[in-house]
């Protein structure tokens, strides 16, 4: 039974009765073995070109307040931001999105200095701990497409270097289950209301974050060593 959390919303955002408002809720039919942290093997493609200053991805892989938390634990990364991406701007926001009727995921626009971390290294992070990539339209406690596994990549490059590793994964059976991950081109990504951004930051003691995210971050701290700062 899915049932909304009110007191995980920020002050001032209220919960309507019978519609999940939460962009992320409790769920006590959560699937067990949710766990995160897998040993997967980098990715054997890079792209060709790092690219000169700052470079940025999205990425989309369940509520946003867990994924934007991992990527600030990882070094390199310059900045997260929690947004929409997939649809148009119309329905970027957190009342439709959370319906699951439009085109949108919750997603993070990462900012990275490819000097200190590559666009690949970002994927493995992004595959072994940030989401499980096996689910299909949810992840963990939270069900609808808006909860989706998907590359919003930036070019064709960045397409191809995902597929790349995706099809890597697979034929190296990193997973029990088929990799359920899309990989999209040009999709624009809207940045989401300012009470979602820095959640993590903003709400330290929020059970849902103990509980579905946490776990991630240590998987970070646990597989990535070199990568994982604690500072956000």
């Known amino acids: 039974m ?7 919303l920020p002050s001032g955002v209220l919960a309507v009765a ?15 073995g949710d766990t995160y942290g897998a040993a997967i093997p980098a990715a054997k493609m890079q792209l060709a070109s790092a ?5 940025t991805v999205v990425l989309a892989g369940g509520c946003f307040w867990g994924m934007e938390e ?3 634990h990882v070094a390199g990364v310059t900045d997260v931001v929690s947004g929409y991406a997939g649809g148009d701007a119309a ?14 995921a919750e997603a993070v626009k990462i900012t ?4 200190e971390i590559s666009y690949a290294q970002l994927l493995q992070v992004y595959f072994s701990a ?7 339209d949810r992840q963990g406690p939270d069900v609808g497409p808006q909860y989706r596994s998907e590359v919003f990549a930036a070019n064709a490059e960045q397409a191809e270097v995902a597929r790349d590793y995706i099809q890597q994964l697979g034929t190296a059976d990193a997973y029990a289950q088929p990799i359920a991950t899309q990989v999209s081109i040009g999709k624009q990504f809207f940045p989401a209301e300012a009470y979602h951004q820095d959640y993590a930051q903003k709400n330290p003691n929020s059970y849902y974050l103990r509980v579905n995210d946490a776990p991630k971050v240590a998987a970070v701290k646990t597989r990535f060593p070199t990568l994982y700062r604690s500072d956000t």
């Open 130 to 136: 940030a989401h499980n990539p096996t689910q299909v």
């Open 91 to 104: 329905h970027a926001n957190y009342r439709d999105s959370s319906s699951g009727r439009y085109a949108d």
């Open 18 to 32: 019978g519609l999940t408002l939460a962009a992320c809720t409790l769920d006590t039919s959560a699937q067990a």
């Open 51 to 55: 690219g000169t200053g700052l470079q």
């Open 112 to 115: 990275y200095n490819p000097a």
């Open 2 to 8: 899915k049932k909304t959390i009110n007191y995980l």
């Open 70 to 72: 991992v990527f600030q």
